[in-house]
């Protein structure tokens, strides 16, 4: 077996071996087989084209295309050009089925189901690390770089699995890239033949020199090395506090979601795409439904609650999931003296409307809906299991509407101890102004009711607040407290910011994201739009459970029991739009605009469509992203091979082209000529005379007579400019490069003028020509370092 057949092998089961770490992530793990089965196919094709052997831009050009293929067949086969090329349709499979992953990645803690489009990111993902570390460690040879992409791969498991991928993951990771390390050693020492390692040190006779003691102490000092390593990986982290368990450690967070039928769910924050979806182009319904409400307001469709704020974001926590029970359990806190009522709504969603999170009144007492649907207790949401979407989903959902009054809001005794300590807890980097602002506005406020509203009424009246869709929508600590200085943003500021005042001053609050109520139809339905996407406050009352607040300006309504009493004991004004509001469109609406829900519906108000971005996949057209990153893959794909010969042609054309001085001109048009001929096979020897190059040339390239003449002609048009005194000016040197060029073409073999046409052997002056000056530069510096340093030590003290 050759050197590089071991490094390939080598390169990988390193690969593989790092890959093993993703392995607690997903369950069925069946995906490493699919992963294995790409990996080889890529190796194979590298060993392959490297024995022919191609340019290395070529070989990994060929990689590339192949895992393409390879992926095509295996994920996208029915929209691909005869079951394998990969087509335009195959291309929005692709994007569609990442889009998909990457939801999913989202949606699941680990272990997460084994999904088609997780599939697909884990395998692509462990394809490219291959196609990576076969490049730096087999292509160019060189190892040591290739941990780099190891090292990703395994902090990526590591961060996904919760801070550790386990002992045995790291030892495999750590393993596969030692075994590449001492392979790579083992192939370099072999091309210098036996190594001299000096004398026996025990002295034994019998054990020749170079043999069991000299040639294995490279060996010998490899793994000494790589078990000092690994020491320091395993010991230096227990020693420092600040990196927790290190590489092994467990690093559970609160709440480890562990229990409950069927595993956990970990939504990350539904609203990371909000910035690049503040501007949709129109309206598009997403929903319709009937209800017997009497009251349609007031009926907010909540997709999911943000109960975690760590400093950067507020996001969903990882908690346990069940199967949807028939009568879902009694809401948390609502008392049985608090005035309710049964409402029955029945959904049907839009076929284009894709959302894993099933929009629903809260809270929601009995879900009647087909399909693959869990149910998350504490925050009472349904998440989609295995794919499954909203996309056309017909439901029917039994909730309650729940009506206390501001007396009983007011009169709310605490709240239970782990849910006050949960729903109140800030980062220790929340800024002081926001805690300052909450206590002066509500200054004199005599219950955390009378807090509440007074804070809504600051965001929604009194405070001076924008309603502007054109601010980031950043919702760390930093956001908020710039949200209170500028006083301008949508709803997801309006609603994180009063959440993070809310627990500051004690009062457990969170975050929800879904839906305003939508616009009444004539036929009785109600049709739910894009750019009713919303997001909006929930505070925790003892009696009254979780209830919503609206510190939005111009969007939804605020409920009676936060508008009946304000500090003063007057009526606290609603923010629920007026029938006289302007239909005129706003770029920057103010907190003095407000709409009708049919001028909502009409698109004549400023929306927030931000959120509508974080409740929707799909955008509503072609993603002009993934047709850019398409597009930009295309093209390096097909660029790359084209490189050498895109470079060959523009030094042909600068050589044989005019140069003011006649020498110089003779000597590169000989250039010229020998690099023809090394693109042909015939590798350039500079210790040879021109007279005797030409001789050569006309040997080995078998040139016709016409061809062996004009190699001859110029060859002593190359002598006359370097050792005659006055040299004549040479004629015809372009021509006669042509014809040199066209006589060694004909001589060539149908192989070898594909190599010299698209992979030409002479491209190698790049990297010589780039080391060379990087070497120079090298030594630059080092003299003027060191004259430095010189001057420094001369300097009197």
Not at 189 to 217: D, H, I, K
Not at 308 to 324: A, C, H, L
Not at 521 to 541: C, K, M, N, T
Request: proline share 7%; net charge positive; glycine share 12%.
């Amino acid at each position: 077996m050759s050197g590089r057949t071991r490094l390939t092998l080598a390169a990988f089961f390193a690969t593989l071996a790092a890959s093993l770490a993703l392995l607690p992530l997903v369950r069925p793990a069946t995906w490493i087989f699919t992963a294995a089965l790409v990996l080889a196919l890529q190796s194979a094709v590298g060993a392959v084209t490297r024995r022919v052997p191609l340019a290395r831009p070529l070989t990994i050009a060929a990689q590339t295309v192949l895992t393409l293929l390879v992926l095509t067949v295996i994920f996208v086969r029915e929209q691909a050009v005869l079951g394998v090329l990969p087509g335009p349709d195959a291309f929005t499979a692709f994007g569609s089925l990442f889009e998909a992953g990457v939801n999913d990645v989202g949606t699941y803690a680990p272990p997460a189901p084994n999904t088609p489009g997780i599939r697909l990111l884990l395998v692509t993902g462990v394809a490219a690390i291959g196609l990576l570390v076969d490049t730096l460690a087999v292509t160019f040879r060189n190892a040591a770089p290739a941990g780099l992409p190891l090292l990703a791969l395994y902090s990526v498991a590591a961060g996904l699995s919760g801070g550790g991928a386990g002992l045995f993951a790291f030892l495999c990771a750590a393993a596969g890239y030692l075994v590449l390390l001492l392979t790579e050693g083992r192939d370099r020492l072999s091309a210098w033949g036996r190594v001299f390692g000096g004398a026996q040190r025990s002295g034994r006779s019998g054990s020749p020199l170079g043999e069991g003691g000299a040639a294995s102490a490279p060996a010998r000092t490899g793994v000494r090395i790589g078990a000092v390593t690994l020491g320091v990986a395993l010991l230096v982290p227990f020693a420092l506090p600040g990196l927790g368990g290190g590489v092994l450690g467990g690093g559970g967070a609160d709440g480890d979601g562990r229990g409950g039928k069927g595993g956990t769910i970990s939504a990350v924050n539904p609203l990371v795409s909000l910035q690049n979806d503040l501007r949709q182009p129109e309206d598009r319904e997403v929903l319709r439904y009937r209800t017997n409400a009497t009251d349609r307001d007031g009926l907010y469709l909540r997709l999911v609650a943000l109960d975690q704020f760590d400093g950067t974001s507020w996001k969903s926590s990882v908690r346990p999931i069940e199967d949807v029970p028939e009568q879902l359990p009694w809401p948390d806190g609502l008392a049985q003296d608090v005035r309710f009522s049964e409402v029955t709504s029945n959904f049907v969603a839009d076929a284009r409307y894709e959302q894993k999170w099933l929009p629903m009144p809260y809270p929601a007492s009995r879900v009647s809906l087909g399909g693959s649907w869990r149910y998350e207790p504490a925050g009472r949401m349904l998440v989609g299991d295995n794919g499954q979407t909203t996309r056309g989903a017909r439901y029917s959902v039994t909730s309650l509407d729940v009506r206390p009054t501001g007396e009983q809001l007011a009169a709310a005794p605490a709240a239970p101890e782990k849910l006050r300590r949960e729903y109140t807890r800030v980062p220790a980097s929340l800024p002081a102004d926001v805690k300052a602002t909450a206590l002066e506005v509500t200054r004199g406020a005599g219950s955390d009711y009378e807090r509440a509203v007074r804070l809504q009424d600051w965001f929604a009246e009194d405070g001076g607040f924008r309603y502007d869709v054109s601010v980031d929508s950043g919702t760390g600590v930093g956001a908020v407290s710039r949200f209170l200085k500028d006083k301008r943003g949508f709803c997801i500021h309006f609603s994180f910011s009063m959440a993070a005042m809310a627990r500051s001053l004690g009062i457990p609050a969170r975050v929800a994201v879904g839906f305003m109520p939508g616009t009444p139809q004539p036929d009785g339905s109600v049709s739910v739009g894009i750019r009713d996407a919303h997001a909006w406050p929930e505070l925790y009352f003892e009696g009254a459970g979780w209830v919503r607040f609206e510190p939005t300006p111009s969007r939804g309504t605020v409920p009676d029991y936060a508008r009946q009493q304000s500090a003063g004991g007057a009526a606290t004004p609603s923010a629920q739009p007026t029938a006289d509001a302007s239909a005129q469109p706003s770029a920057v609406p103010s907190a003095s605009q407000s709409c009708t829900p049919q001028e909502k519906k009409l698109g004549g108000c400023a929306q927030d469509q931000g959120a509508a971005g974080a409740v929707d996949g799909d955008g509503g057209g072609l993603d002009l992203r993934l047709v850019a990153l398409v597009a930009l893959g295309v093209l390096v794909v097909v660029g790359l091979p084209l490189l050498p010969w895109l470079w060959r042609s523009r030094v042909r054309a600068r050589r044989l082209g005019p140069a003011p001085d006649p020498v110089a001109r003779v000597l590169a048009v000989w250039q010229e000529i020998n690099d023809t001929a090394w693109d042909y096979g015939i590798a350039p020897d500079e210790s040879r005379t021109p007279r005797r190059t030409a001789a050569r040339l006309v040997r080995e390239g078998e040139l016709p007579p016409d061809a062996a003449d004009a190699v001859h002609r110029v060859a002593r048009a190359v002598e006359e400019a370097l050792y005659a005194p006055r040299p004549r000016p040479a004629t015809g040197l372009t021509d006669q490069a042509a014809l040199i060029h066209r006589g060694l073409h004909a001589s060539a073999t149908a192989r070898a003028r594909l190599r010299a046409r698209l992979a030409p052997r002479s491209a190698a002056r790049v990297t010589r020509a780039a080391g060379e000056r990087w070497e120079t530069l090298r030594l630059s510096w080092s003299a003027r370092a060191r004259t430095a340093f010189a001057g420094l030590r001369r300097k009197p003290s």
